[in-house]
C-alpha cells in the first residue's frame, strides 16, 4: 500500500500543524511501528520454520530487503502526513518513492531467486546428472533469469513515471506505438536476436547446462545460459563467450545430447612382428585393472597394414567425456610400456636396403684382382662335373687366355738374304 492510499484512510484535520518537531516524533514512532513489524514476521516465521524450513530459508534471503522496505514506507508516510508543503519536501516524497519501489522490487527478486533455487535444487547437475535434470535446469535458469529482468524492468518504468514529464511522454509513446516499435526493432535487431535464440535454446533442448560440447574448435563444457550468450568453460580453465545465435546457425558437437556415455579409439603404429592376440590379452588386462572403463566396448582390431608398419586401432568406452579422455591416455600409456618391456620386436622399424653398383669412374683392377676374377668365373661358369672341368681348361687354355702374353710372330726373310 503506497503513501497515497494511506493518506486517504487519515483524517488530515486531526493532523497537527505540519512541523519540524512533528516530523521527527511521527518518523520515529512509525519507524518503530516498522521494527515491531518486522520482529512479529521474524517471530512468526520461527514458530512455523520446523514444518516448513523453506519459510526460514526464504527470510534469511529477504530479510535486509524488507527491513529496508518496510523502513522507507514509514519515512514515506512521516514525511507525506507531517513535512512542511514545499519543493523540498516534494522532492524527498519522490525519492522516497522512487526507493520503495526499488525495494520492493528487490525483495520480488530474492523470492523469485530462492523459489527458482529451491526447484533447482531438485535437479542437481554434474557428472552424474540426467538429461532430464539438465533440460530442468536449463530452462529454469533461463526462467529466472528473465522473471528478474521483468521485474527490473516494470519497476524502473514505475519509477519513471513517478514524474509528469515522463507521464506525458508515456502518453506519446503509446500513440506512436507502431512507429515506435519498428524503430527499436531495427535499432536492437542484433540483441533481439539473441534474446530470441536464448529462449530457443533454452527451451529446445539444444544444449543444457553441463554439456559437452565443441565450440569453435574447442572441447568444453556448458557453465552458464544467459539472454543473450553462453558461457562455455574450456577445458583449460577458459572461458569462451559465445553469442546465443551462433548455436542457432551455426553446426557444433554435442557430446552429450542423449546421453553422457562415448566412444574414443587409441591407434599405435608397430612392427609386422607385433602378435594382435597377445596384445588383445594386454588390453584385457589393463581395462579389468581402471575403473575409467564402464565396460560397454572394448575391441582390438589391425586397421591397416600398409607402408612398413601395422596400424593397431583399440575402441574404448567410458561414462563421461572426462573419463573416456584419462582412459584413452592411460590406455595407451601401459601399452606402450607393454610393447619396450614384453614385446620389443613390435616396436616400430625402419628398413634401408643398401646395394653397391660398380661405375665406370671406379680404378682399374690388379692383376691379382683379376686372377681372382678369373676363378671365380671358372668356378661359376665351367664347374660341377668333369667334362666341365675339361671344358675350362681348353677355354682356359693359355693361347685361349687373352690375358696371357702373345707369341711372337717369325720373322720375314729378307730379299738378297
Known sequence: MTAAALLDLVDLDAVPERGLAFLLVLTALLLAVAALVVVIIELAVR???SRHP???????HTRLALRLLLAAVAVQIAVALAAPVTRFSEALDRVLTIAVIGLFAWVLVEVVEHAFEGAMARYPVGAEATRGARRAHTQLTFLQRLATVTIIVVAVSAALLTFPQMQALGASLLASAGLASIIAGLAAQSTLSNVFAGVQLAFSDAIRVDDIVIVEGEWGRIEEITLTYVVVRIWDDRRLVVPSTHFTTTPFENWTRTGSELLGSVELDLDWRVSPAAMRER??????GTPLWDRRVSVLQVADAVGGHVRVRILVSAADAGSLFDLRNYVREQLVEWVRLESPGAMPRTRVQVEDVGHGSE??????QRAEGSGSARRQLFSGTPEAQQRAAQMMAPSADPTAPSRAEPETPRPGA
Open 283 to 288: 588390453l584385457d588386462a589393463v581395462l579389468d
Open 54 to 60: 523453506w519459510s526460514v530459508s526464504l527470510l534469511r
Open 47 to 49: 514458530l512455523v520454520g
Open 363 to 368: 680404378e682399374p683392377a690388379s692383376d691379382q
